[in-house]
């Protein structure tokens, strides 16, 4: 009888602390909100009732595994999986998507010059990052020095801002992997300076936390942007000689009637 009332009351228990969860914005749900004895009853209420970005705050793994996993296989162009990421900013999930800030892509045409890119679908290493940095900014699990130091990478060219956020990922690993949140800290070494001049993302490969970053840059020519460029200026001295052309001729038309 005794057990039997043990098993009640935790029932009663897990109803009671998933209904005051989902009756709350998923945002303020927290992982301490759920005493861990109550956590796996919890979240099976949760699946069951269909509270998707309750679970994702509250980290469990199906669901991040789930989202995540939808978000690598559509290579960072799910606009679903992407909402999601931003509405629940669960480092949970910031912790799995380190995997995309290293994919091996073809970036030599898009470059940074004065403040302008000259392709804004910047890949899914790119599109990763500042889906990461949302969810660092956003999520009250994440140390202030780490919001703040977010915060200013957010402001960088995208270069900077992808090489920024790949070497505080693999600085971080170990601790993103323990989920150790509240000792996650800003990189080591990072000087925050931008070139200001085209650059090239140079193909980067994660192998393990122990590696440094493969990230380097430097100075790419624009062929097809010359191109352009002296195609335009050939028009300009064209329309220049038509036009005084036909001036000529109109003055020359008005000399011969007077």
Not at 6 to 35: F, Y
Not at 222 to 242: G, H, K, Q
């Amino acid at each position: 009888m005794a057990l039997f009332s043990t098993g009640l009351a935790q029932e009663i228990d897990i109803e009671r602390v998933a209904m005051e969860c989902s009756s709350r914005p998923a945002r303020e749900v927290k992982r301490n909100d759920v005493p861990i004895e109550l956590f796996e009853g919890v979240i099976n209420y949760l699946r069951d009732n269909g509270y998707d970005h309750h679970l994702l705050r509250l980290g469990d793994p199906q669901s991040v595994a789930k989202l995540v996993g939808g978000y690598r296989e559509s290579e960072g162009k799910s606009r679903g999986a992407k909402l999601r990421l931003k509405k629940t900013f669960s480092p949970w999930a910031a912790g799995k998507l380190g995997p995309s800030l290293f994919v091996d892509e073809n970036v030599n045409n898009r470059f940074w010059i004065d403040g302008e890119t000259a392709d804004m679908d910047l890949g899914e290493s790119h599109t990763t990052a500042k889906l990461i940095i949302h969810i660092l900014i956003e999520a009250p699990e994440i140390p202030r020095n780490v919001k703040r130091w977010v915060k200013e990478l957010d402001g960088r060219n995208p270069v900077d801002l992808l090489q920024g956020m790949r070497l505080w990922w693999k600085e971080n690993e170990a601790r993103l992997d323990l989920k150790r949140w509240e000792r996650l800290e800003p990189p080591e070494d990072w000087s925050g300076a931008s070139t200001g001049i085209p650059l090239r993302i140079m193909n980067t490969n994660h192998k393990s936390s122990s590696s440094k970053p493969n990230v380097s840059e430097e100075p790419e020519t624009d062929t097809a942007t010359e191109r352009y460029s002296v195609a335009l200026m050939a028009c300009l001295v064209i329309l220049f000689v038509a036009f005084a052309y036909i001036l000529h001729q109109r003055l020359g038309n008005r000399s011969t009637e007077i």
